[in-house]
């Protein structure tokens, strides 16, 4: 507990200092080709508490003031959410946010696998929820904006929500798109700020490790511990190991998009997370799948040979999140899994652990950066943004001043503070010496989450995600805070984003050839994994099929970018 009063001292300053900062950031607020990979670097804040609220006339305080007594019942679609959890009335939490601004959400749930085709159907049919979080693809987007099929911000948004603009700011994004398109229709979710611990942005997924069946199997991982990384081609001969020992019948557990994010890591252009477009040493574009230099068909390669061997379930392609990993914390069958590295799933998978299987996640596993054979972390330049906000074009005038008023609040210290740690005198408190306590463990919760079953997507990622507080969150334990830190100081030394700039141009091209182009990556992948037969035959075969679509898409992208 000490060690967490320590770091919560410094949080009531720096939570929201890194909006602050954006705001006053250059890189960040003028977008540019010339953009890199650490354009996006923390900022250090140049006024005394960093407190967002400090640099706007618009308070918390005003906020909460307005006039929300007409109730509105606003329909919300995302990923994140937990069914069965009410989140107008299921617990305190929630009802304060219900109650306060006088709206009853109306959710629909989606998942990894359907949000971007029931997000498309909704669009294509004129048909939006009020709120909705998409998973931003530019194509679609310029035509969406251009159709009048998402909401556009009217005159003035920025100074009547001015916490809400200032938090755009964090990511070069926003107003890029801005710019692009001539209006405000993607409010794009800043991912880091102030408290990120390196110096260039990098992918958190990693790699979860159950270090003691491997030790059981007579596997050595302790080279592997001490850095903290781990190849593709160690992770499954590691998890061979396992399997050959007995341990348990199938080690991997991951759905399709998680086997692409692991691909995604150790290759380049694989297209998972990565774009499969990419401007090469030559000046011209290619696509990822059909080069060796990326590596995708190889690793694919080494992938298949593990389905075959029966390292990878069998059905992985049938499984849903969180489906996968309630193999490695709750059945206790599954040496590893590809997930989220970050400190809230730390302690949520030694919490699960202890009470499903008897043993800490620390005592019994470890989290590694997948890296290629040489060492080497994939990432693409980030622009320090994961999914978007978008209204519906039918919003009316009170729900878009409602639903913006909540954003607003959510950006601001207070906002984060009840976001992030709670309840005020319930979850945590100030000391005499004005120092932030939190009090979940007097209350018998190990985490917020614990109290509360979900803090996503309404309040958690409603704007600012999570991912930059999680370093000084004092609601996680000191060692999840650690580790997530230590993997981001290390994958920023390896990333092979480091000294990669951000490619304006092919991010934000769109044309129909493209969008005849696009696919899911990951499920194509499952695809070639499952087949029958000759890998290198179906692969290449694949990618022959394919290119009759590809190369319109690369042929355009030299036309007006290539060199």
Known sequence: MKSRKILAMLMAASIVASLASCNSSEEASEPSESSTASSSTPATTTTDSGVLAATTEVTAEDILARDYSEPLTISFAGIQVTDGLDYNHGNEYYEWWSETFNVEWDITSLTFDNWVERMNTWMNADDLPDWSVWNFNAGDGANYADQGLVYEMPDGWKEEYPNLAAAATCTPANAYYEELYGGMYYFFRPVFANNFPADVITNHTSMFIRTDMAEQAGYDLSANIESGTISLTEFLECMQAIKDAGIVEYPWYNTPSYVGAALDRATTASGCYSNAYYKGSDGQYHWGPAEEETGVKEALRQIKEAYDNGVLYPEFYTLQDPDDIGHFYAAGDCAANMYSGMAAWFDRYDQYMQENLGVSFWDTSDVFIITDDEGNAHDDPSTNNWACNILSPYLDETKYERIMSIWDYGCTEEGQLRIRLGIPDVDWKYNDAGEIEVTLEEQGYATLEDKYTSLYPIT????????????????????????????????????????????????????????????????????????????????????????????????????????
């Open 460 to 563: 958690g990622n409603m704007f600012i995600l999570s991912d930059d507080y999680s370093f000084i969150n004092p609601g996680f334990t000191e060692k999840a805070r650690d580790k997530v830190s230590d993997l981001y100081i290390k994958r920023a030394e390896i990333t092979t984003a480091d000294d990669r700039e951000i490619d304006w141009d092919l991010l934000s091209y769109s044309s129909q050839a493209m969008n005849l182009a696009s696919m899911t990556y990951a499920d194509e992948y499952a695809n070639i994994i499952t087949k029958s037969g000759d890998f290198d035959t179906n692969y290449d075969q694949w990618v022959s099929d394919k290119m009759s679509m590809i190369q319109p898409v690369l042929d355009e992208l030299n036309a007006a970018f290539g060199e």
